[in-house]
C-alpha cells in the first residue's frame, strides 16, 4: 500500500471545528471585516484583513505570509491559490470588486498584464516548467470558483504533471507546501527588483 504523507495538513484537520483559520495568526482571523468591497468576497476580506493585523501591529511580511498574499501593486496584487492544480500555483486579483474583465477600468487590466508578465519569468527562474497556463475563468458557467471577483490564474506546468490520481481518483499530489511556495516566489521577486 501506498501512503502520501501530507504533515503540513495537520493544524487544519486538528482544527476542523474551530471557526478560525489554522495557521493564521489571530490577528488575522480576528479582522472585523468592515472596510472591504464585499463582505462575502475571499480576495475583499484577504486584504483588508492583512491591512487589519499590521494595524494591530503584526509586521507587514508576516501578515503577508500568513494570508500568502505575494505582491501588492497599485491596482492588483498577487496571492497563493489555496486550493493549487499545480505547485506555483499564482492568482492576480485586482483590488477591485468587478466580475468581468470588461467592467474592469483599462489601468487595472494593464497593470494584471503586466504583473502576468512578471509572474511568467518569476515562476520560470523558481520552477523550471516545461509551460504554462495563463486564464480567466469568468461566471460559473466559464468555471469560476469565486464567481464575484475576477482574477486571473497563473501557473507553471511540467510534461505527465496530470497523472492517474488526478484522472481516477480526483486527487492531485503537490510537494510543496504553501508557506514554501509564498517563500521561494516572494524571494524570487525581490531577487529580479534588485536588477532592474
Sequence with gaps: MERLWTPWRYDYVSRAEDSSRPGVPDALNAWPGSGADDRNCVFCNMIAAVDHAVEQGMAAEEAE???????????????????????????????????????LPAEDAMEM???????????????????????????EAGGAGIVGHI????????????????VTADTRV???????TWARIRTAWRDQDGQD
Excluded: K
Design 151 to 166: 482574477h486571473m490564474h497563473a501557473l507553471p506546468r511540467w510534461i505527465g504533471d496530470t497523472n492517474f490520481m488526478t
Design 65 to 103: 505570509m500568513a494570508a500568502h498574499v505575494l505582491v501588492r501593486g497599485r491596482s492588483c496584487f498577487l496571492c497563493l491559490n489555496a486550493f493549487p492544480y499545480a505547485t506555483g500555483h499564482i492568482l492576480i486579483v485586482p483590488y477591485r470588486h468587478v466580475d468581468s474583465l470588461a467592467g
Design 113 to 139: 498584464m503586466v504583473l502576468a508578465q512578471r509572474v511568467e519569468s518569476v515562476l520560470r527562474a523558481v520552477y523550471h516548467p516545461g509551460g504554462m497556463n495563463f486564464g480567466l475563468n469568468l461566471g
Design 174 to 180: 503537490l510537494p510543496e507546501a504553501l508557506d514554501t
